[in-house]
Nanobody
Framework: QVRMVESGGGLVQAGDSLRLSCEAS????????MGWFRQTPGKELEFVAA????????TYSDSVKGRFTISRDNAKNTEYLEMNDLKSEDTATYYC????????????????????WGQGTQVTVSS
């Protein structure tokens, strides 16, 4: 069992930056690939980014590529999502997720790949 707690969400203005954190506990964090997803009411869960166990490999959705950066600190059991140049369409509840599967580009954007999920943190971007 991996327990994860997101933090760092809030209300910001368009163009601002925000950093989300996801602290994990329960199992060896470095053994898991990690991801970020987001969801707005009435919409499907949307993939945002994923990172391999070591942090060497990352992948992003086209909607955030160039603006968001995923990273991790295995010594702190924490992954991060640095979000820059935020837009109103980035408003959502953001969830971190963990999978024991190896990092494969073709599956990292699929929610079914992930075994564990955090409770979510709200990000609201006002225009």
């Amino acid at each position: 069992q991996v327990r994860m707690v997101e933090s760092g969400g809030g209300l910001v203005q368009a163009g601002d930056s925000l950093r989300l954190s996801c602290e994990a506990s329960g199992r060896t964090f470095a053994n898991y690939c990690m991801g970020w997803f987001r969801q707005t009411p009435g919409k499907e869960l949307e993939f945002v980014a994923a990172i391999s166990e070591s942090g060497r490999y990352t992948t992003y959705s086209d909607s955030v590529k160039g603006r968001f950066t995923i990273s991790r600190d295995n010594a702190k059991n924490t992954e991060y999502l640095e979000m820059n140049d935020l837009k109103s369409e980035d408003t959502a509840t953001y969830y971190c997720a963990a999978t024991h599967r190896a990092f494969l580009l073709r599956v990292m954007s699929d929610r079914s790949t992930y075994d564990y999920w955090g409770q979510g943190t709200q990000v609201t971007v006002s225009s």
